[in-house]
Nanobody, 115 residues
């Protein structure tokens, strides 16, 4: 079993920055990729960015050039640096770890971007 704890959400003005953190514990040796998803009210949960040791990084078109996903293997932590934030980035952001056949979610952290 993998456990994920997220932090770093909050309220920021448009154009500002936030950094989200996701610390993994438990059976982390089985994790082959980690990612960030987001879910706005009334909408589905969408992939924002993903990082794997084999394939590198992936970004949704909506965040390319503004968000950066990175990992610190020594700390078992994945980060999402979010710059040039827009009101449409407002959502609950969820960390995810893939350790087949298991898919683990964090508790979510609220990001609110004011106009």
């Amino acid at each position: 079993q993998v456990q994920l704890v997220e932090s770093g959400g909050g309220l920021v003005q448009a154009g500002g920055s936030l950094r989200l953190s996701c610390a993994a514990s438990g059976s982390i040796v089985n994790i082959n990729s980690m990612g960030w998803y987001r879910q706005a009210p009334g909408k589905q949960r969408d992939l924002v960015a993903r990082i794997t040791s084999r394939y590198g990084t992936y970004y949704a078109d909506a965040v390319k050039g503004r968000f950066t996903i990175s990992s610190d293997n020594a700390k078992n932590t994945v980060y999402l640096q979010m710059n040039s934030l827009k009101p449409e980035d407002t959502a609950v952001y969820y960390c995810n770890a893939a350790a087949p056949p298991f898919f683990t979610w964090g508790q979510g952290t609220q990001v609110t971007v004011s106009a």
